[in-house]
């Protein structure tokens, strides 16, 4: 957990300048972010699943997946990422990225004016485990949220608030997010199957 502070819009600073081909591998994107962040690619893969990508069949529970392997290794505590080669090997368009930087810029630019760090201590070891741990049971649901439109695009929101929280060393952000991961998924089994 000892990833260094960063601003948010540097990490779509640092994705976009990845990008070179028509598409791009998430390996390639993990070693411009640096195998230490794994916050900074929980904010990255969250946001992909929030912006107008999350309409392509299949990416909401593609990122579930790679979120859940990234929490459980913040868990367990492991210095570096790991994620198998299945998703390493995943390319991603480059143009499909692109868009989704470009429309999240303005609204990263708008939450950035309110961060700064802020119970520090939150974002530490043993505080931590409370929101990671609605982390993990809100990507078991995710992949099933598929078929209810906007749904992934909210949860993932809900993660990359987290993600945002611990990149910026803002535990009062870390807070507020454990409102919606906790509240995400029986909102959504509510409105999804009217239970």
Same mark, same amino acid.
């Given at each position: 957990?000892?990833?260094?502070?960063?601003?948010?819009?540097?990490? #779509?600073?640092?994705?976009?300048?990845?990008?070179?081909?028509?598409?791009? /591998?998430?390996?390639?994107?993990?070693?411009?972010? +640096?195998?230490?962040?794994?916050?900074?690619?929980?904010?990255?893969?969250?946001?992909?699943?929030?912006?107008?990508?999350?309409?392509? @069949?299949?990416?909401? /529970? *593609?990122?579930?997946?790679?979120?859940?392997?990234?929490?459980?290794?913040?868990?367990? +505590?492991?210095?570096?990422?790991?994620?198998?080669?299945?998703?390493?090997?995943?390319?991603?368009?480059?143009?499909?990225?692109?868009?989704?930087?470009? %429309?999240?810029?303005?609204?990263?630019? *708008?939450?950035?004016? *309110?961060? +700064?760090?802020?119970?520090?201590?939150?974002?530490?070891? @043993? %505080?931590?485990? #409370?929101?990671?741990?609605?982390? !993990?049971?809100?990507?078991?649901?995710?992949? *099933?949220?598929?078929?209810?439109?906007?749904?992934?695009?909210? &949860?993932?929101?809900?993660? /990359?608030?987290? &993600?945002?929280?611990?990149?910026?060393?803002?535990?009062?952000?870390? !807070?507020?997010?454990? $409102?919606?991961?906790? &509240?995400?998924?029986?909102? $959504? %089994?509510?409105? +999804?199957?009217?239970?």
């Amino acid at each position: 957990m000892a990833e260094r502070t960063r601003a948010l819009s540097d990490v #779509l600073d640092e994705l976009e300048g990845a990008v070179h081909d028509e598409d791009i /591998a998430v390996q390639e994107i993990i070693e411009r972010l +640096g195998d230490r962040s794994f916050a900074s690619l929980m904010l990255v893969f969250s946001l992909i699943s929030t912006s107008p990508a999350s309409a392509i @069949p299949g990416i909401t /529970a *593609f990122v579930a997946v790679v979120v859940f392997i990234l929490t459980v290794q913040m868990i367990l +505590g492991r210095k570096s990422v790991w994620l198998p080669g299945f998703i390493t090997r995943r390319r991603i368009s480059s143009r499909m990225l692109c868009k989704g930087i470009s %429309w999240l810029r303005k609204p990263l630019r *708008f939450i950035e004016r *309110f961060i +700064g760090k802020r119970l520090a201590f939150l974002v530490h070891r @043993p %505080w931590l485990f #409370l929101p990671l741990a609605c982390i !993990l049971v809100l990507t078991l649901v995710m992949p *099933f949220m598929e078929v209810i439109p906007a749904s992934g695009s909210i &949860a993932s929101a809900a993660i /990359a608030l987290f &993600a945002a929280g611990l990149l910026t060393r803002d535990g009062a952000l870390v !807070l507020v997010s454990l $409102i919606p991961l906790s &509240a995400v998924p029986f909102l $959504i %089994w509510q409105v +999804g199957f009217g239970i």
